[in-house]
T-cell receptor, first 111, second 114 residues
Framework: EDQVTQSPEALRLQEGESSSLNCSYT??????LFWYRQDPGKGPEFLFTLYSAGEEKEKERLKATLTKKESFLHITAPKPEDSATYLCAVQGHNNTDKLIFGTGTRLQVFP | ETGVTQSPTHLIKTRGQQVTLRCSSQSGHNTVSWYQQALGQGPQFIFQ???????GRGNFPPRFSGLQFPNYSSELNVNALELDDSALYLCASSRGGSGANVLTFGAGSRLTVL
C-alpha cells in the first residue's frame, strides 16, 4: 500500500535558523513526489515536483531533494513568512492523478 | 489563467442532511479530483473525474458521489451526513494524461456537521 510519513510533526525555528523536513515514502512505481505549502484555512499551494532519485530543485529559501526512499525539504535562513504547513505527497503509476499525502509538518518561524 | 474556485466557502449542516459542493477547474485542465482534509491531517483522496466519468476512488462510502460537467467543472455530493464528515473539502484540477501531473487546489469548502 502506498504510504507517506512526514517528520517532525511540528517545528519551531528562530528566523535565520536553517533546518530540514523529512518525507519517507513507499509507492508501487513513483511517477512523482510533490511538495505543497498550506496556510491555515487555505488550499495547498504547489512548490516542487521531483521525479527520480538524485534530483534536486530550489526556490528561494527552499530546496527539495529525493532518494529512493525519502525526500527532504531544506529551509535555509527562514523568515516568519515561511511559517505554514508543508505537505509531501506521492503520485504512483496508475490511471489517475491521485496523490497520497502525509500528515504534514507545521513550521513556525519566529523573529 | 484562472485558478480553481470552490463554493461555498463555509457551510453548516445537521446530521442526516445532504450537501452539494461546487468547483470550477483551472483553464486548460480536464481532470478534477476531490479530497477531504480533517483538522490536523493531510488531504485524503475521495475520487477523480475525467471526461465526465469517475476514474478512481478512495476509501469513501457510496454516499459520497460526484459529477463532472462538459466544461470540466464538478460537484461533490454527500448524502446522510455524519458528524465525522466535518472537514475541509478540497477540489483540485490537473491536465491528466501520462507523466506526473501537478494538481492545482482550490481554497476549499469548510463543512461543519452538527
Amino acid at each position: 500500500e502506498d504510504q507517506v510519513t512526514q517528520s517532525p510533526e511540528a517545528l519551531r525555528l528562530q528566523e535565520g535558523e536553517s533546518s530540514s523536513l523529512n518525507c519517507s515514502y513507499t509507492v508501487s512505481g513513483l511517477r512523482g513526489l510533490f511538495w505543497y505549502r498550506q496556510d491555515p484555512g487555505k488550499g495547498p499551494e504547489f512548490l516542487f515536483t521531483l521525479y527520480s532519485a538524485g534530483e534536486e530543485k530550489e526556490k528561494e529559501r527552499l530546496k527539495a531533494t529525493l532518494t529512493k526512499k525519502e525526500s527532504f525539504l531544506h529551509i535555509t535562513a527562514p523568515k516568519p513568512e515561511d511559517s505554514a504547513t508543508y505537505l509531501c505527497a506521492v503520485q504512483g503509476h496508475n490511471n489517475t492523478d491521485k496523490l497520497i499525502f502525509g500528515t504534514g509538518t507545521r513550521l513556525q518561524v519566529f523573529p | 489563467e484562472t485558478g480553481v474556485t470552490q463554493s461555498p466557502t463555509h457551510l453548516i449542516k445537521t446530521r442526516g442532511q445532504q450537501v452539494t459542493l461546487r468547483c470550477s477547474s483551472q483553464s486548460g485542465h480536464n481532470t478534477v479530483s476531490w479530497y477531504q482534509q480533517a483538522l490536523g491531517q493531510g488531504p485524503q483522496f475521495i475520487f477523480q473525474y475525467y471526461r465526465e466519468e469517475e476514474n478512481g476512488r478512495g476509501n469513501f462510502p457510496p454516499r459520497f458521489s460526484g459529477l463532472q460537467f462538459p466544461n470540466y467543472s464538478s460537484e461533490l455530493n454527500v448524502n446522510a451526513l455524519e458528524l465525522d464528515d466535518s472537514a475541509l473539502y478540497l477540489c483540485a484540477s490537473s491536465r491528466g494524461g501520462s507523466g506526473a501531473n501537478v494538481l492545482t487546489f482550490g481554497a476549499g469548502s469548510r463543512l461543519t456537521v452538527l
